[in-house]
């Protein structure tokens, strides 16, 4: 895996992405920046993320397209643990699916929920599983005790979504500054 993320993927348009994100995180966008690599992305959000030094209360996101999915990514693996604004965007979009993994502190987390409610969540974090909801189609044959970041990875796959694995290759990438 290479550095440690999280992601929401919804069947939208980036800019309804944007806006529905905003107002299901309940945060105000500060700042817009668009960039074709993905680097140029991280280097905009590192500095305003408040878990690497950014303002109190602040956060950045990069916002960008793969086939169907509109995707929202952070760098401080916040997003797929906050199951309200998940189950906001399911209800406007129809589904949602979040992931997140971190090799350096095995910690891990999917999520899937549709129409405004979490259907599956399984989150690994301090050698801790936490496992709430039914299994979806994805999971059968696997065992959920062994959930780990390239299970979590896999599960996102299995929805046409891009690997953790890699840094996304396709811009370009919508960046916002939010607060909270």
Known sequence: MSRARSAI????????????????F??????????DDFFDAVQFCQPRVEDFGGEE????????????WAIIGDLDLKLPHQSDALAKLSEAFGEAIAAG??????????????????????????????????PIQAEVGHRV???????????????????FEFEPEEGPFVCIHVKA
């Open 9 to 24: 993927a919804v069947k939208t348009a980036v800019e309804k992405l944007r806006a529905y994100a905003a107002e299901a």
């Open 26 to 35: 309940g945060v105000q966008i500060v700042e817009t920046q668009s960039f």
């Open 57 to 68: 209360g602040s956060n950045a996101w990069y916002l960008w397209k793969h086939g169907p």
């Open 101 to 134: 993994v971190d090799e350096d502190f095995a910690q891990a987390a999917f999520v899937y929920a549709q129409n405004g409610k979490i259907r599956r969540r399984i989150a690994l974090g301090e050698h801790e599983l936490e496992i709430e909801g039914r």
């Open 145 to 163: 005790e062994n959930f780990d970041e390239q299970e979590a990875d896999r599960l996102w796959q299995t929805f046409g979504l891009p690997t």
